[in-house]
């Protein structure tokens, strides 16, 4: 059973500063990795998304990396401004082959880490 | 470009009640997801459709079920509400595995 653990829980950083947010998975496995980003009361916003095959993807002030040898994935943050301040979710997808072999997946989460950037 | 579109927003539903959640897809994406999301456990996977056939299942009460049109919209119903199904539902699609999910706003349903 796929287990995603994010590090920290919560993080509160002065506005300028660059900033890692830690994801761990146990089962290697993996189709992909996908950060998302949620704000209170609302839903999901991908952020980035990593194929297996892939040891990294940038998007902006965006950076995250991916290691399945050692379970790990890592989002950078460059130079945060308040307006980064949200819950950032890691989710793994795992393959799940039904019986006529076709590959389905699902995500499995982390719990978050809570992010404020404060001015 | 229209993203995931769910409706309700907002629904107040009576413990014991049943509830219907609709969920539009982006267009293209022929595979929807549903999840649950509560303070104390998280988001967990309640079930995948694709091509109007459930893929796969989470580990949620057979009271949790759904259905996929040949649209590829879905809907999820909740029958027999408890007090604890209180949660933001929100769906995702993608168009087929390997590519990311996309997610919608949710549904905040209560039950009281």
Known sequence: KQEVTQIPA????????????????TDSAIYNLQWFRQDPGKGLTSLLLIQSSQREQTSGRLNASLDKS????????????PGDSATYLCAATRPAANAGGTSYGKLTFGQGTILTVHP | KA????????LIKTRGQ?????CSPISGHRSVSWYQQTPGQGLQFLFEYFSETQRNKGNFPGRFSGRQFSNSRSEMNVSTLELGDSALYLCASRRVLGYGYTFGSGTRLTVV
Do not use: M
């Open chain 1, 10 to 25: 919560a993080l509160s950083v002065p506005e300028g500063e660059n900033l890692v947010l830690n994801c761990s998975f």
């Open chain 1, 70 to 81: 050692s379970g790990r994935s890592t989002l950078y943050i460059a130079a945060s401004q």
């Open chain 2, 3 to 10: 993203g995931v579109t769910q409706t309700p927003r907002y």
């Open chain 2, 18 to 22: 049943q509830v219907t959640l609709s």
